[in-house]
């Protein structure tokens, strides 16, 4: 799957969609591409993708940034998103039940099937 051509510009897709002020976990969009992706590899296409794509929009399952080891400086991603409204704690964590964004499927105009799944239910 990773051989794809379009398999990062599946995950770049949905990211582009991610609002201002909102957040979606790495496992999250995996769950919505199916397949082939797990949330490693929706990180690791996120290092690699383009200024017109949102990449600090996505955070890890506990409403946490993951590039303290990647990004310098190491609270970069967490300031972006705090420019954009999202709170943190003391520990550097979002709450998800605020500040999820669960996508529309845009065929059916109903909530994507996480809406049925207890991680992403608000």
């Known amino acids: 799957m990773q051989n794809d051509s379009n398999y990062r510009e599946r995950v770049y897709k949905i990211v582009r969609r991610i609002p201002r002020g909102r957040v979606m976990t790495y496992g999250q969009i995996a769950e919505i591409l199916g397949e082939g992706y797990t949330p490693r590899t929706v990180g690791f296409c996120m290092h690699g993708s383009d200024d017109a794509t949102p990449w600090h929009r996505v955070i890890n399952a506990q409403g946490a940034c993951s590039t303290g080891g990647i990004v310098l400086p190491h609270d970069k991603q967490q300031r972006m998103l705090e420019a ?3 709170e943190f704690n003391g520990r ?3 709450d998800l039940k605020t500040y999820l ?3 529309e499927d845009k065929r059916s105009k109903r909530r994507t099937q996480l ?3 207890t991680l992403f239910k608000r």
């Open 84 to 86: 954009e409204g999202i």
């Open 92 to 94: 550097g964590r979002c």
């Open 101 to 103: 964004w669960i996508p």
């Open 115 to 117: 809406d049925r799944t």
